[in-house]
């Protein structure tokens, strides 16, 4: 059922299932890591510590914490493939897609796929398909907000609320557990068809997504915070 339920009841849940990054240093390691990502290729630890400037020891002790761990993938080489939303190589298997200096990367659902532009700092052109009718969805992002949305119609799936609080509290694979429900649809019609056969889901608006996804990493890495 569509709710009218606002992006601040939905970052509550999503704020207690990700702790901030406890400093300045875990801000600009994230950070670094979004923009190595960003290249298109996947990132070694001995790679990401000399960008930062830290010993890799010290770098590889940070990711294997929160609040890195649970939204970090490696590859079977150990090399970063996905962080936060970002996913390049053997994880780059979305229809979320973001076109940047020539490069196509991947977001892991919809919901990323409109908060990567706050976090890269970039405005990036975003592709994408309807679940339900295939329709191609299309966009263009930027750290303030969004325009040219094709359909004009297009809304999102989230999980609801309260499903997001279980799922929080459970914990388990960010992937599987959260981001396989959070889609584009080309329309309002569309989007109910689909939730009605997944349970504890919900559609929101296009604007709602992109606010809370600028509310969840203003919270987690502090970045587009004080926009």
Not at 10 to 33: H, Q, V
Not at 49 to 62: I, L, Q, W
Not at 162 to 167: I, P, V, Y
Not at 171 to 197: L, P
Request: net charge negative.
């Amino acid at each position: 059922m569509t709710t009218q339920t606002t992006p601040a009841e939905f970052i509550e849940p999503l704020a207690e299932a990700f702790p901030p990054a406890s400093d300045a240093d875990e801000r600009w390691l994230a950070s670094m890591l979004f923009r190595l990502l960003a290249k298109g290729e996947p990132v070694e630890t001995a790679r990401l510590a000399g960008a930062v400037g830290r010993p890799e020891a010290e770098v590889a002790a940070a990711l294997a914490k929160s609040p890195f761990d649970r939204l970090l993938y490696r590859d079977d080489l150990g090399r970063i493939v996905g962080f936060g939303g970002l996913a390049v190589g053997d994880l780059a298997a979305s229809p979320h897609r973001l076109k940047l200096d020539g490069r196509e990367l991947y977001a892991w659902c919809a919901g990323d796929a409109l908060f990567l532009p706050v976090v890269l700092d970039r405005e990036v052109p975003i592709e994408s398909q309807c679940p339900t009718s295939g329709e191609r969805i299309s966009l263009v992002v930027s750290p303030e907000g969004f325009r040219d949305l094709e359909p004009s119609g297009a809304v999102m799936s989230f999980l609801a609320p309260d499903e997001l609080a279980a799922r929080a509290e459970a914990g388990g694979d960010v992937i599987r557990n959260f981001c396989h429900f959070v889609h584009f649809f080309a329309s309002k019609e569309a989007a109910q068809t689909w939730i009605e056969g997944h349970p504890g889901t919900t559609q929101i608006s296009i604007a709602d997504g992109f606010e809370i996804g600028r509310r969840w990493v203003g919270h987690v890495w502090g970045l587009g915070a004080d926009r």
